[in-house]
């Protein structure tokens, strides 16, 4: 009954969306009710799905579109997962969404979009071919840049929305690419389709990834990775990510937790039988996962606005996303559910600790920690809600981003084992400075005196209810449902009979040996990982890191056993905190040398080769014909008589020269 029914996922969104377009001015609160109606309607359906085809089977409706592709709905393990996910926290930011923007004349305009956005990345989950999912990925995008740019009158938000727009279409370029390229293989490899089958198709590309050239794999692959690189915000493409925190508060959760920047994790790991055939694929993706992971922990550290904290904490969060989805080069596909199992947990509390900033700034007018402190005094549901995400966010044991984060970092050893330990250590060091940054912020906030004059009051509870709603799946989603998750995501490719003994035959992939057989499959279960047994100060080290983190944190920023001043370690003439201020001089490096110098330079030498070269050429040559004909046209009198004695003239002429020709044959000079 519900399966029927999937294609109102996206069908109530983009409904909500035209609704309040052209009818929410007219309704309370910008019709923000139809948006959270049409996005809770979208989780009923999953979840009705979910019950009817857990845990064996999946959706499939595929019709046909325009010569070899088709217009299709794919229900799997890993898309239903992400439908439950999306559905559900954006239903809880729409929520909150009605208190926030409660008053701002762009309401009705912001729901619209909003509902939107939610449409696109609904979509884009359930695409059953890599066509279709480009083109939600797309619009997922176009939303991206209408909401961080709401309110575009603000010079900075105008500014983020272009740079997160154009950042954000490099990564598409090569994305784009690549299904070119994978098109073209597909193509030639002369595939005879059954009926309901066609190119680009999931199913269809899973089948016959084996018969693709190793290096056009490779190929796609880095195409794939580039696209992910874009929306996910990893390194060099990061840029965006920290400056979208102008738009609504909202708009951050939105973004950092369940939508746009999930979406990179997500390809990568629909299209993870490619990468795991593709040599070098999944070492590039481990990293650029994990180097993206240590890059941007090291700038939440030194962070001020409240919500940058939180924009840096994303990137580096998505980095252990994409290391881990990176690792499976040593653990099979055992790395889809390990990462997804993290991004699904991570929406819960990053989202959580969104909504929380927004509603301390609702409360206190900044967004400075430094003008904070004290908080936690006046706005007690807020300061726990936000603990208890703050503890998961740092990995505390028993919070969900410990069961979660702290997995990818043991398959990350096991990976170094392998391959190679930099991913590991780097993870390591990325999860340290998390528990630092997290708690320097939370400590900042809610603790201390009052370092300015701000309202001393708690949000309304349509804000505080989806937090506590949140706080609860912060807490134990991770302890309830770990083992159950793997088990669910380890099926999804069993469904496409995918070879992982094979295609690792392709990639030239090194297993872990104790894993054997089963890693090739892909079947590295949770079972198979706790029997290969890792030394204790491995397992124990995600506890102690997490723990000295957050001790760290309190002897520098938690009044009461505070021992240490941040000025005993840094000052405002220390290189390295100027250079994590200024973000390692990425703007300089992008905007100085980058955009005004290479490109720019690039454009003048274009301009002068064009306007001297070529043009000048060109000018030359049709001012040399201008000033000819400039001549001959004197020759046209009008004057009968001048063109009568022009006449006489050429006759003679003729004649003189037809006698000398006849004389000179004469006398044999002819």
Not at 348 to 354: D, I, N, T, Y
């Amino acid at each position: 009954m519900y399966s029927e029914l999937a294609y109102l996922i996206v069908g109530l969104p983009v409904l909500a969306f035209v609704l309040c377009l052209f009818f929410g001015w007219n309704l309370p609160r910008g019709g923000g009710f139809i948006t959270v109606l049409a996005t809770l309607g979208a989780f009923i359906i999953s979840l009705g799905i979910f019950q009817e085809i857990y845990p064996g089977e999946i959706v499939h409706q595929s019709m046909r579109w325009f010569g070899e592709f088709n217009v299709g709905i794919l229900i799997d393990p890993l898309s239903l997962v992400m439908l439950l996910m999306v559905s559900f926290v954006v239903t809880l930011i729409h929520i909150y969404g009605n208190g926030y923007m409660n008053g701002d004349p762009g309401a009705a305009r912001y729901f619209a979009e909003a509902a939107l956005f939610s449409a696109a990345m609904l979509g884009l989950v359930y695409a059953d071919n890599l066509l279709q999912l480009f083109i939600f990925w797309e619009l997922v995008g176009l939303c991206s840049y209408l909401l961080i740019g709401f309110w575009y009158r603000k010079p900075s938000a105008a500014a983020a929305a272009k740079k997160a727009f154009l950042t954000t279409r490099v990564g598409d370029v090569m994305f784009l690419a690549a299904i070119i390229i994978l098109y073209n293989n597909l193509v030639n490899l002369n595939i005879t389709l059954n009926p309901g089958e066609y190119l680009l198709q999931f199913p269809v590309i899973y089948a016959h990834i084996g018969q693709i050239p190793p290096d056009q794999l490779t190929l796609i692959a880095l195409g794939l990775l580039g696209g992910a690189v874009g929306k996910s915000g990893q390194f060099p493409l990061h840029v965006w990510l920290p400056d979208a925190m102008e738009g609504p508060t909202t708009v951050s959760a939105m973004i950092h937790a369940a939508t746009m920047v999930t979406a990179g994790v997500f390809l990568v790991a629909r299209m993870f039988p490619l990468f795991y055939a593709a040599p070098h694929g999944l070492t590039a993706v481990a990293a650029v996962g994990a180097f993206t992971a240590l890059f941007a922990a090291t700038m939440g550290l030194a962070a001020f606005d409240i919500k940058r904290v939180l924009a840096f904490s994303t990137v580096s969060q998505l980095g252990f996303m994409m290391a881990g989805l990176g690792v499976g080069a040593a653990v099979g596909a055992f790395a889809v559910g390990v990462s997804m199992f993290h991004l699904i947990g991570h929406s819960f509390f990053k989202a959580l600790l969104f909504l929380c900033a927004g509603s301390v700034i609702h409360a206190v007018n900044t967004n400075d920690l430094r003008e904070m402190g004290g908080v936690g005094r006046y706005m007690k549901w807020t300061m726990y809600t936000m603990l208890i995400g703050s503890l998961s966010l740092a990995g505390f044991p028993y919070f969900t981003g410990f069961y979660s984060k702290d997995e990818i970092i043991m398959i990350a050893y096991e990976y170094g084992v392998a391959i190679n330990f930099l991913p590991y250590i780097f993870l390591i060091l990325a999860a340290t400075l998390t528990a630092i940054y997290t708690f320097r912020m939370w400590f900042s906030v809610f603790t201390g005196k009052e370092r300015s004059n701000y309202g001393k009051h708690e949000s309304p509870w349509v804000m505080l209810g989806p937090l506590v709603i949140l706080a609860v799946f912060a807490f134990a989603f991770g302890m309830a449902s770990q083992h159950s998750f793997y088990d669910y995501l380890d099926s999804n490719f069993d469904h496409y009979e995918v070879d992982f003994g094979e295609l690792g035959i392709i990639g030239g992939h090194a297993l872990v040996e104790e894993h054997g057989a089963a890693a090739q499959a892909g079947e590295h279960t949770a079972e198979a990982g706790e029997g290969h047994a890792l030394p204790i100060h491995i397992r124990l080290l995600p506890y102690i890191v997490a723990l000295g983190g957050i001790l760290i944190a309190a002897l520098f920023y938690w009044d009461r056993i505070k021992r240490f001043e941040p000025d005993q370690v840094t000052g405002d003439n220390d290189p390295i905190r100027k250079m994590l201020l200024k973000g390692y001089y990425q703007h300089e490096i992008m905007t100085g040398w980058i955009s005004e110098g290479i490109v720019y330079g690039t454009a003048i030498l274009a301009n002068i080769i064009d306007i001297k070269i070529v043009d000048g050429w060109l000018n030359w040559l049709s001012a040399w014909v201008m000033g000819f004909a400039g001549h001959v046209r004197k020759v046209q009198t009008g004057v009968v008589q001048n063109y009568v004695a022009a006449l006489m003239l050429g006759i003679v002429v003729l004649v003189i020269a037809i006698a000398a020709i006849r004389l000179a044959m004469e006398v044999g000079l002819i």
